[in-house]
């Protein structure tokens, strides 16, 4: 039975988050990419998705894999097909035959995840669903200088929202960026896996450190203190996008 | 009586262009921003606008002037409360009291525009409101040696829609320049003045170029031709954003 690979992105704005809520009427992408998925492969199918995003996040990167029963598009036409029945606000980037043993999911080895900051100083119409808007100056240095002590290997209990149990709240975080053009700031965090609100509230308490509300060095301490309640508030769903997922070679070749 | 130019930015998505058209049922820019205007006024406001923009087109630069008859809010709280019963698709960047002379379109020197392609292979639907997408690798290099010939003081019938009468057809196109970031391309126009459709029809032209249609050497052709049949279609409104209007020192004087 083919396993298939497929990369969406979205604009998250008008719908509840990523994941299927069976049962609800809550309109999701998943929900939603079922459905035209199963209009053109003539069966129902069920996806698997690497990521559940909030509610307003975006993607530009998320992956699902789905083993179809009959015979479906080939991969290399599937993209087009469903970016001709899909809304506009979902698109298919790429599709691709991959191991039986593929899983959206449990196969994935890193994520990135993007957020916007906009930090002019008044509000600019087009940008407030992809962004979030800061209108006091921030200061970038002091920003790198409090992300470095998080990149690692460690326990992000103090960047998590309770809700969801876990096995564990170590992560690994490869890397984050922070990058400026013009008036938008980019925050670009690379790691095994994210908690539950975890890139948000790391935004949000890079922010705090860049508006001067924290010191650099306090970064450390909130993490160290491993207490949800110590960490910067998770800023909006908007500025926040799914950027990347990636996979070992061997989960890929089938 | 005082005289004050407001600054303006907006997301024309949902709206049918600047220009207010009183009699019809059509919300615009203008009759919504008069309308909270006018409230906070506690007074009936009209508006003079800079510049018609088309439906779906966007904004962060346009320029308003308006002679309050009573009393109103100093101009330095004024962008703060209009931010405040102004919708989020619309809002106001400085305000500030000019010269009695001044007039939004008539002291206006200058403008600028800028056409906004997504040249990604796939659509972003995170990007479909505010950019036009082109799936063909642009080129660039082709592009900017076709928009060269149109830099200067010359008749742009060839880049212009029939529908309002006009005096002359001549503008002075001070500058064109085309840029890259990643996979979105920016063609920045900055004029004395802007034809009806000419920045989309310009864009529309110079696209042509990049994908190889037309040879950079045939827009100097079709500019000479002077036949709006010849140039290129025009884009759509949605990559369109007027950037920013000049005016002169003498006329921002009070």
Excluded at 178 to 195: N, P, Q, T, V, W
Excluded at 243 to 252: F, G, V
């Amino acid at each position: 039975m083919a396993n298939i690979k497929v990369t969406i992105a979205y604009d998250g704005t008008n719908y509840h988050g990523f994941q299927e809520q069976r049962g609800t009427r809550f309109k999701t992408i998943q929900g939603v990419f079922e459905e035209k998925l199963s209009w053109l492969a003539k069966e129902e199918i069920r996806v698997i998705g690497a990521s559940r995003t909030d509610s307003g996040v975006h993607a530009r990167g998320m992956v699902v894999n789905f083993k179809p029963g009959g015979l479906l598009i080939p991969p290399e036409r599937l993209t087009y097909a469903l970016n001709g029945v899909l809304p506009q606000d979902i698109s298919a980037l790429k599709a691709k035959k991959v191991s039986a043993a593929f899983h959206a999911r449990f196969s994935a080895v890193a994520k990135t995840y993007r957020y916007v900051i906009y930090n002019g100083k008044m509000p600019l119409p087009y940008l407030r669903l992809y962004s979030y808007h800061v209108h006091r100056a921030l200061d970038i240095g002091a920003m790198r200088e409090g992300a470095r002590c998080l990149i690692g290997r460690q326990d992000f209990s103090s960047f998590r929202a309770l809700g969801t149990p876990v096995k564990t709240t170590v992560r690994n975080l490869f890397d984050i960026k922070i990058s400026k053009m013009c008036e938008l700031i980019y925050i670009d965090m690379r790691a095994d896996g994210f908690l539950y609100h975890m890139a948000r509230m790391i935004a949000g308490t890079l922010i705090q450190v860049g508006m001067g509300k924290l010191k650099p060095h306090q970064v450390a301490e909130i993490l160290a203190g491993c207490d949800n309640m110590m960490g910067g508030p998770a800023v909006p769903a908007r500025g926040l996008f799914l950027i990347n997922i990636e996979y070992p070679a061997h989960a890929l070749v089938c």
